[in-house]
């Protein structure tokens, strides 16, 4: 059973950066893909990026697609969400969510819907 904390959100100004992080404890990281969700108020659940086993393969969401870096450090069993040039729109709360993967060269798409273990999420406020 993983446990993940997501971790780094805060409050920030348009063009600002964050990092957000994903700490997992329970099983180690190897044999799952990881997914950075995030949900505005009002709104559904919008995948954002995902990243497969062995963190060589990732996929990006349009919306933040050339902004948003995914990224995983297998030595301290985590995943990072680096965010660069914020908007507005980007303001939400932020999930990292894991599952079993069967590969280590493709990653989940986006919005894939089978993630079995989820964080409670950070919230990420672009305001001027």
């Known amino acids: 059973q993983l446990q993940l904390v997501e971790s780094g959100g805060g409050l920030v100004q348009p063009g600002e950066s964050l990092r957000l992080s ?19 108020p009002g709104q559904e659940r919008e995948g954002i ?3 497969s086993s062995n963190g060589s393969a990732t996929t990006y969401a349009d919306s933040v697609k050339g902004r948003f870096t995914i990224s995983r450090d297998a030595a301290k069993n985590a995943v990072y969400l680096q965010m ?14 894991a599952t079993p993967w069967y590969s280590d060269y493709v990653a989940p798409p986006v919005n894939y819907n089978g993630m079995n273990f989820w964080g409670k999420g950070t919230l990420v406020t672009v305001s001027s």
């Open 22 to 40: 994903c700490a997992v404890s329970g099983s180690t990281l190897d044999y799952y893909a990881v997914g950075w969700f995030r949900q505005a």
């Open 84 to 97: 660069n040039s914020l908007k507005f729109e980007d303001t939400a709360v932020y999930y990292c969510a």
């Open 49 to 51: 990026s995902c990243i």
